[in-house]
């Protein structure tokens, strides 16, 4: 979940002084921000890594083998500090959660909330969900997709950058086992406008709203404190549910 829309508009260009030359890289949708650890987080890091951490190098999972059951999937792609992944997977141990996030610090708080918690159905990815995706993940394995307030790109510009795209929906859909679900919120109104167009016309999906838009926010998604702050200064949210039908 990444909570920080005050983001660099520049992020993916080359350092002052590189060479005009200097080759693109391939746009992005996120940034990478870096940050303090704390020793909660380095203990996260430290202790939690080697028993709950997942690497792009290990391939495409066995999942069962990798949480030693069958059960419920569910990956969350962009977890922030962690705290609403943490409280799912409390909340559903015969369910299986995977995260994913770029941000250290986060990640190392996650971790930290897992091992003091004493959780032990959720694993942990720090680098691109894309790369995930592609690498590590079978086909028809997941039952959900979370993507809880991912950067919005708000500037017209940058809207190529928003991580919710047709190839992307594309690539997701072939990830969810039939009859899975793509849960998206966001609390930019033009963001989930964005949404709802893009994933109203990608093939193979159904919109779980009744009325085609979006639906109330579901019980099993956590209400973090930034969304109460939001709330509390007038601030909407908007969720968005469309299942796999084919």
Avoid at 53 to 81: V, Y
Avoid at 127 to 145: G, M, T
Avoid at 163 to 170: G, N, T, W
Wanted: a negative charge; charged letters at 30%.
């Amino acid at each position: 979940m990444t909570e920080n829309h005050d983001l660099p508009d520049t992020a993916d260009l080359p350092e002052a002084g590189a060479e005009s030359s200097f080759p693109r890289r391939a746009i992005r949708s996120f940034v990478m921000r870096a940050g303090r650890m704390t020793d909660a987080q380095k203990r996260g890091i430290d202790l939690g890594w080697p028993r709950f951490g997942l690497n792009l190098e290990n391939g495409l999972l066995n999942l069962d083998a990798l949480f030693g059951r069958e059960a419920p999937r569910t990956l969350e792609i962009g977890f922030g500090m962690g705290q609403s992944l943490l409280e799912m997977a409390q909340a559903a141990p015969e369910q299986d959660f995977i995260g994913v996030e770029v941000h250290r610090p986060g990640v190392g708080s996650l971790l930290n909330g897992v091992l003091t918690a004493n959780v032990d159905n959720l694993r942990v990815f720090d680098c691109d969900a894309i790369e995930v995706l592609n690498q590590c993940i079978p086909d028809a394995s997941l039952d959900r997709v979370l993507l809880f307030f991912p950067d919005p790109w708000h500037k017209k510009k940058h809207n190529k950058r928003r991580i919710v795209q047709l190839a992307f929906a594309e690539q997701l859909r072939s990830k969810l086992k039939i009859g899975g679900v793509f849960h998206m919120a966001t609390d930019w109104e033009a963001y989930a406008e964005h949404m709802l167009e893009v994933m109203s016309a990608a093939p193979g999906y159904r919109n779980l709203a009744e009325d085609g838009t979006y639906v109330p926010r579901p019980e099993e998604r956590p209400i973090t404190k930034f969304e109460r702050r939001g709330e509390r200064l007038g601030h909407g949210v908007w969720d968005l549910k469309f299942e796999r039908v084919e």
